[in-house]
């Protein structure tokens, strides 16, 4: 009786526990924290519908979840940054002289792949193999001088050409475009060829547009990070200053400056939340449709599909675009919330491995599974930190201080997070595959 | 004239020892991901990080060997400690066999079921592998350190450019061509390995004929802990010992697994010379050889390279890009093992 009930409950009951250890993070450990907590869940829970729609309405496995949400943050980055004219003024031209050269050369080519390499196979590729040496020498002639240009405009600050300077919210669209036009390439390539290919290739994207990010400081300024991007919601200090504000944290009995930082939070959660929901509103309608019943059939048996007609490849591209255009999306957001690009930051753990942990323990092919798991698995994977310096410092505390095990364990504690999510991924796949909120079909109705 | 030798001897000493080197490497590698491709059907994304095992237990018994003061100089100490590093790697392949691998494989699980499994893997061996040996680097090469060095070359010949072969080069080509042997004879000349070779081409067909699965599945794993281990080691002993590093060869193993046509160990050799060759030869800096070669008094301003050497990696992703579309099945398709 009480099994059924839970069942049929399951989403609400799951979603109330969530809500429930946030509340107690909120009274332990303040508001501040459990907003902090909540707006790096809103945001991991869109990553998760992201890999979702790949993984759970396709069956597509995304390595390159990290590279994706690169190019989101660096979408966030050329948006909102101001420009930096002397750059401009420096090596401007020459860029936008390689670029044009650089699109020229892909236009070329591919006007003469068709013009021979219908014919002949084997002068299709001399032709562009000499059309993209060439174009490449050209676009490097112009390219090299202006970026050294570049960055040698006061390198400790700028050094870079900067952004557009427009409203940062109009980065996550950006971001969405340049994360399905990574996704396009690469499926193009990778998708209707053996299954763990994709998975190879985007690992491969993946790393490289992280080399990309890091190497090219003209346009990301690489490892010196770009900080202080512009923010959608008002800035601590001025809410400080403001009267309406002072009088706002007197009526809640806060001090003024607690109340402006977590007033930031709430807005931002709010612009969040405002995102996820139009997001789940246009998955969840589009997973009930026509559409996706074809996305799953495909997914379930790709052979049969292909009988009934439908073009498995092409729905493949189209699913795998879309789903990394949200990753794209989650990734600008993740920036604007930091406030700063950090190249660096990026690890496959992080932003790959955990987000697929999140799809697989929430429920893969289930909208509310995967956002829950979002939810669930980033609350863990930072309380994991205190409660893992916790556990080492109880089990060892028999020993003495500067015992050398003891000391050892205390270091390596930090890879301990590699091993537990090794450890729950295994354990995930053997014993609850289907995840905490399994996908809904017609037969487990 | 002297100047085309001079050149001659550049390109050499910077491309084609260390393209050799690191192609072995590499072939061993892919070698190794093949197998288990072949044999067991999914890409194995735990290669990498088992390299990394293997070649730590390496380095234990390598310190434990010097500490007793046994040595093999002017060979380094490490080849003697191989067999207790394969043995590690070899047992712990087996471990995760039994205990993770063999439950999906009883439910015929999808070969992305098993990737994903083998990422489990990968993060668990590599927590594994940081929490006992710690993250930092590890340099345990000991012997000789050249064979013969730039300076000897440049008195022997009198040219003004110079040709080192170091000892870790030499022991890492010496060990490839024995090992890639070995592995050959196995697979055509002995029993087992015929086995091996039928369960990967027809699985049904091998069942019916009376082959063993279970007996297949663990020689696969032992030879696999036994390539990751050497490959690792002699990795770790051109280079340095750095457990990070073992996840970045991951992309160019794969690579060169996929360029020979995956499930096929010769191809798998190929394409680790391949990957190795570009990768080498696209990040090289051309200056000297253009100076040598070109006219009297011509020296070019730039470096003459053709990518950054940070974009090394970019080379294997290009190189597999152009294989997925040119030539999916790789360049010796249609066979297996």
């Known amino acids: 009786m009480n099994q059924t009930f839970f069942n049929q409950y399951r989403t609400q009951i799951l979603y109330s526990v969530m809500a429930l250890l946030l509340v107690i993070v909120g009274v332990g450990q303040g508001w501040s924290v459990a907003f902090t907590i909540l707006n790096l ?8 519908l992201g890999v979702n729609m790949q993984w759970g309405y396709a069956g597509l496995f995304n390595v390159g979840v990290m590279g994706f949400a690169a190019l989101g943050g660096l979408a966030a980055v050329l948006v909102s940054m101001p420009p930096v004219e002397e750059a401009r003024a ?4 020459g860029v936008l002289v390689g670029l044009l050269i650089l699109i020229a050369t892909i236009f070329v080519s591919i006007v003469a792949w068709k013009q021979f390499g219908a014919k002949s196979k084997k002068t299709g590729y001399w032709m562009l193999f000499i059309i993209i040496a060439a174009g490449y020498a050209l676009m490097r002639l112009f390219f090299l001088p202006s970026v050294e240009a570049i960055e040698a405009v006061n390198p400790s600050v700028t050094g870079y050409l900067g952004g557009l300077g427009l409203p940062i919210i109009l980065s996550w669209p950006v971001g969405m475009v ?5 996704a396009y390439v690469i499926g193009k390539v990778a998708l209707g060829l053996r299954s763990d290919y994709l998975a190879i290739a985007t690992l491969g994207i993946s790393e490289i547009v992280l080399y990309f990010i890091k190497n090219e400081e003209w346009l990301t300024r690489g490892v010196k990070n770009v900080n202080g991007l512009p923010r959608p919601v008002p800035y601590e200090v001025d809410l400080q200053q403001a009267v309406w504000f002072q009088q706002f944290a007197a009526d809640w009995g806060m001090e003024v400056a607690e109340a402006s930082s977590l007033f930031v939070k709430v807005c931002y959660a709010g612009l969040f939340i405002v995102v996820i929901a139009i997001l789940m509103y246009l998955s969840e309608t589009a997973l009930k449709s026509p559409w996706g019943r074809m996305m799953r059939a495909i997914r379930d048996n790709e052979v049969a599909a292909a009988a009934m007609g439908k073009d498995v490849v092409k729905r493949h591209l189209t699913i795998f675009v879309i789903g990394s255009a949200v990753i794209g999306l989650a990734g600008a957001m993740l920036t604007t919330l930091d406030g700063q690009f950090t190249p660096v930051g990026y690890q496959p753990l992080r932003f790959t491995f955990l987000i697929w942990v999140m799809v697989i ?3 893969s092919g289930n909208n509310w599974g995967a956002v829950l798991g979002g939810f669930f698995i980033w609350f863990f994977w930072i309380e994991a930190e205190p409660i893992g310096l916790w556990l080492v410092d109880t089990l060892t505390s028999f020993m003495e201080p500067t015992h050398w095990l003891r000391l050892h364990l205390m270091d390596s504690a930090a890879h301990m997070r590699l091993m537990t999510v090794g450890i729950v991924l295994l354990i995930a796949l053997r014993y609850a595959p289907e995840g905490l909120i399994p996908e809904r079909t017609a037969r487990k109705h | 004239m002297t100047d ?4 001659l001897v550049v ?3 910077f491309i084609l020892v260390p393209a ?4 072995s490497q590499l072939a061993l590698g892919a070698l190794g991901v093949t197998l288990v491709y072949g044999v067991l059907r999914f890409s194995n994304f735990a290669h990498g990080e088992m390299m990394a095992f293997g070649t730590m237990i390496t380095i234990f018994g390598t310190w434990g060997l010097q500490a007793l003061g046994v040595s093999i100089a002017p060979l380094p100490t490490a080849l003697l400690a191989l067999p207790l590093g394969i043995a590690g790697a070899v047992i712990l392949s087996l471990i995760f066999d039994k205990t993770v691998y063999k439950y999906h494989r009883q439910r015929k699980a999808s070969p992305v079921i098993f990737l994903i499994v083998s990422i489990g893997l990968m993060f668990f061996i590599g927590g594994l592998v940081r929490f006992i040996i710690g993250p930092g680097d590890q340099i345990f090469f000991d012997g000789t350190r050249f064979i013969f060095s730039a300076r000897d070359f440049k008195r022997s010949t009198g040219l003004d450019e110079g040709l080192a072969l170091k000892m870790t080069q030499a022991v890492t080509i010496i060990t490839a061509i024995l090992v890639v042997a070995a592995m050959f004879w196995f697979l055509n000349k002995t029993r087992t390995g015929k086995s091996m070779r039928a369960f990967s081409d027809n699985e049904n067909l091998a069942l019916l004929s009376g082959i063993n699965p279970d007996r297949v599945v663990m020689i696969t794993w032992i030879l696999v802990g036994a390539l990751a281990t050497i490959a690792g080691t002699l990795y770790g002993l051109d280079k340095s010992f750095k457990p990070f590093s073992f996840m970045q060869l991951l992309l160019p193993i794969f690579a060169a697994a996929i360029v020979g046509g995956v499930g096929n160990p010769l191809g798998a050799i190929a394409g680790g010379y391949v990957i190795a060759f570009s990768e080498i030869a696209v990040t090289f800096a051309y200056k000297k050889v253009v100076t040598y070669l070109g006219p009297d008094s011509f020296q070019p301003d730039s470096l003459v390279q053709l990518l950054g050497t940070d974009y090394k990696i970019a080379v294997s992703f290009i190189i597999l890009v152009i294989v ?6 790789g360049i010796f398709s249609g066979k297996t093992l």
């Open chain 2, 324 to 329: 997925l579309i040119v030539r999916p099945t």
């Open chain 2, 11 to 13: 390109l050499t000493n």
């Open chain 2, 4 to 7: 085309f030798i001079n050149a």
């Open chain 1, 361 to 363: 323990i929430g429920g």
């Open chain 2, 20 to 23: 050799l080197t690191y192609g």
């Open chain 1, 90 to 93: 420096a090596g401007g031209q």
């Open chain 1, 41 to 48: 869940c809103l945001i991991s829970a869109i990553m998760s």
């Open chain 1, 178 to 182: 340049f994360a399905a036009g990574a």
